[in-house]
């Protein structure tokens, strides 16, 4: 229950976060997301990842491609739209932005906090990195 309960702080901080940069809901959280799993990424996946409708990520999903942060995963046997990253700033961008707010939120717990976040946003995997190779990271 109280891993719950710190996630949902988590979400709501990050959903605070996420209009005031963006002015969408969940944008933040997403691309972040994206850029910390390994590909293919896919709308279903996402959505049931973070808790969304399906439509949310899809839409989001479909942003990313065109703004050039995702490109169509080419599949002969899946029928499903499915993506992989390109290098592009959104990625640390988000990445830097996401762990901000959760220090905002406990500077003094900031580590145990990014463990349970991204435990519970990737299915106990943990965060693919981002590198120097990515536009825009320091």
Known sequence: MKHE???GRIR??????????????YRLEIAAVIGAEEPPIWARQLARR???????????????????ALRIFPSDFDRRKL????????WGFTRQALEHAIHALDPEREGDLLVTYWAW???????????????GWP
């Not at 605070?16 to 969408?24: A, D, G, N, T, Y």
């Not at 993506?83 to 700033?89: I, K, S």
């Open 83 to 90: 993506y992989v990253t390109a290098p592009h700033y959104l």
């Open 50 to 68: 973070l808790e969304i409708g399906e439509n949310q990520a899809a839409s989001e999903l479909a942003e990313f491609e065109q703004l050039g």
């Open 121 to 135: 946003a990737l299915d106990d995997d943990t965060p693919r990195p981002i590198t120097a190779d990515e536009p």
């Open 12 to 25: 709501d901080q990050l959903q605070e976060e996420s209009r005031r940069l963006f002015s969408k809901k």
């Open 5 to 7: 309960a710190e996630i």
